[in-house]
């Protein structure tokens, strides 16, 4: 409902508005309508401010009073009417419409000389205007051109540390991974280390150990020498008394088969009918206790048939 009433608006200021205002604007911009409008205006001013600024006066008053006002003029003895509200107006009109292009026409004529120095003074000034601005401009197009050599500069320094600052990041990147693989490697190692070092303190243990257990056997052997030392010092001393109390012959006076050069197979052979080792040679010092020395006579023959001999032993013993 509402477009429609606004579309019956539009057509009826289509119809009516739009054709009144056109004709309007056409006789406003007639220039003798504006000039009778202004001529009128100034002709009768008093009538006009009379009408807009009688506040004490109401509307019908101002109408009667303005009608009051004298409107005619005499001229050589002849009263014209409507100079004022007509005739003044309209021939100012005229004159203004039909004289101002003569009137423009001399005083142009008139100004023409003065207009060429104006106008020669008015290039001079414009020729020096525009050398001062030729002039700013290349000042302008220098301070550019520096100002746009310098940002240039300052783009190719910024580049130039932009890239160098990228060549320090990654190397300080790459100096990163290298530090992290240098600090596992070092913990690695480490752990080797403290392997190692647990190693050598358990190796350093049981050398200590063995070293305890050496020092313990070598103490053994000390001792087992030191008695050892004793019992060959004994055993020396027996050898000594034996070898004392021992018959100088040698061995292989019993001949060259030992025992076996006897008959005897061995020293607990019987012979005769008795142990070799029970014998009684009739020597002092080497009789065997419970035996009588008449059964062992034929050994002691035997043995007053030996050959004594020099024994290294006794020998031995005797230079000591």
Known sequence: MSETIDKALDTVNAVTTEPVVKAVNQRLSNPFFLCFISSWVLCNWDRVLLLLFSFSLDVEQRIEKIKALPSNSVFFGISIPHTHTFWYPFVASI??????????YVVDVLQNGVLTKKNTNDSKRKQSALDLKIEEINKNVEYEYADAKARLNAEKANKSIEY??????????????????????????????????????????????VRNELELKEKELMDLNSKIIANQ?????????????????????????????LGLSSANSTWPGEKLAKLNWGLNGANWPGLIPTSLQTANDVASGLIPVNHPNNDGNKSK
């Open 95 to 104: 004159i203004f419409v039909v004289g101002t292009p003569f009137i423009s």
């Open 233 to 261: 010092n004994k055993l020396d001393a027996i050898n000594q008394e034996i070898s004392k109390n021992t018959l100088p012959f040698a061995r292989p006076t019993l001949g060259s088969h030992g025992f076996q050069g």
């Open 164 to 209: 160098d600052t990228n060549a320090l990041e990654d190397k300080y990147n790459n100096a990163q991974v290298k530090l992290r693989d240098i600090n596992a490697l070092i913990k690695e190692k480490g752990k080797e280390v403290q392997t190692v070092t647990n190693s050598y303190y358990n190796a350093m243990d049981s050398i200590s150990k």
